[in-house]
């Protein structure tokens, strides 16, 4: 299985960059997907490792995968851009999706 | 278009049953895998189950496993999750997502919120 760290959280300047990143056990070749989800809502996908960024996601979200980290980049970040982002990994070997523990972005 | 929604949520006794309900619009069920998360107040995220394309394989978190059905009904395009013998740890918001390549997960539903309590 994996475990799956992230920073409780992190805080940028607007029109600064935020990295966030996420913490695995080799990832083991897997794919290495991201979501945000802000208050009272639904999270919803903003990188696929597989198909990079679904329709509507703006470029200035990036994702990067090196040994045993994951990370999330937010460029030139805005206010709509605070939530929490949750990284997620599904492991094809045991048939089980495996979450981080999120990460709460605050917009200074 | 794509959408999920989920329903059959509530307040339930420890130790009672319940069935969640995830209707699927704008694609056809059974040819995608599907999952259930759930997120527990103030919480993160929690996988809970998953079951491939026309219910093939399904698995569950440790958490739930022996006390979970996943199934699906074609016929109506929904996905469902009955839970038994539920428990105070069982409260949580339910969502069923869509899972495409990679297991990356692309649609989600909007929640039903399940709390146990007596």
């Known amino acids: 299985s994996y475990v799956l760290t992230q920073p409780p959280s992190v805080s940028v300047a607007p029109g600064k960059t935020a990295r966030i990143t996420c913490g695995g056990s080799?990832?083991?070749?897997?794919?290495v997907h991201w979501y945000q989800q802000k208050p009272g809502q639904a999270p919803v996908q903003v990188i696929s490792?597989?198909?990079d960024r679904p329709s509507g996601i703006p470029q200035r979200f990036s994702a990067s995968i090196f040994g045993n980290m994951a990370a999330l980049t937010i460029s030139s970040v805005e206010s709509g851009d605070e939530a929490d982002y949750y990284c997620?990994?599904?492991?094809?070997?045991?048939?089980?999706?495996?979450f981080g523990g999120g990460t709460k972005l605050t917009v200074l | 278009q794509v959408q999920l929604v989920e329903s059959g949520g509530g307040v339930v006794q420890p130790g009672r049953s319940l069935r969640l309900s995830c209707a699927a619009s704008?694609?056809?069920?059974?040819?995608?895998?599907m999952h259930w998360v759930r997120q527990a107040p103030g919480k993160g995220l929690e996988w809970v189950a998953f079951t491939s394309p026309h219910g093939r394989n399904n698995n569950s978190a440790d958490s739930v496993r022996g006390r979970i059905t996943i199934s699906r009904d074609s016929s109506k395009n929904t996905l469902y999750l009955q839970l038994n013998s539920l428990r105070s740890e069982d409260t949580a918001v339910y969502y069923c997502?869509?899972?495409?390549?990679?297991?990356?997960?692309?649609?989600w539903g909007q929640g039903t919120p399940v709390t146990v309590s007596s």
């Open positions: 704008g694609f056809t069920l059974n040819l995608f895998a």
């Open positions: 997502a869509r899972s495409v390549e990679g297991g990356s997960l692309d649609y």
């Open positions: 997620h990994v599904w492991g094809s070997l045991f048939s089980q999706s495996f």
């Open positions: 490792s597989i198909t």
């Open positions: 080799g990832f083991g070749g897997e794919s």
